[in-house]
Nanobody
């Protein structure tokens, strides 16, 4: 079973930053697209950002210009830097690997 280890998240302030991390097995990480999804209560899980192994990235329109996804290929870790947090950003954020594997999810809350 592939284990994705997420960290970060928690409470952020409106307009402020938060950073999520997800460590994956190297054999998966090296060749796979890595992504972040989120699911708010009562809503479907949605793609937030994705980065392929060659560095191509794509973002949901709702986070473009505010969130950045990046890969640390040495440590097989993907990051989601979230800036300018908004009231619509709170959700459980999930790491996703190779279109197949999910992390356990980490809660993001935005409140002053």
């Amino acid at each position: 079973q592939v284990q994705l280890v997420e960290s970060g998240g928690g409470l952020g302030q409106p307009g402020g930053p938060l950073r999520l991390s997800c460590a994956a097995p190297g054999i998966i990480f090296r060749v796979s697209p890595m992504g972040w999804y989120r699911q708010a209560p009562g809503k479907h899980r949605e793609l937030v950002a994705m980065a392929t192994s060659d560095g191509t990235t794509n973002y949901a329109d709702s986070v473009k210009g505010r969130f950045g996804i990046s890969r640390d290929n040495v440590n097989s870790t993907v990051f989601l830097q979230m800036n300018s947090l908004r009231p619509e950003d709170p959700a459980v954020y999930y790491c996703h690997a190779a279109f197949s594997f999910w992390g356990q999810g980490t809660q993001v809350t935005v409140s002053s």
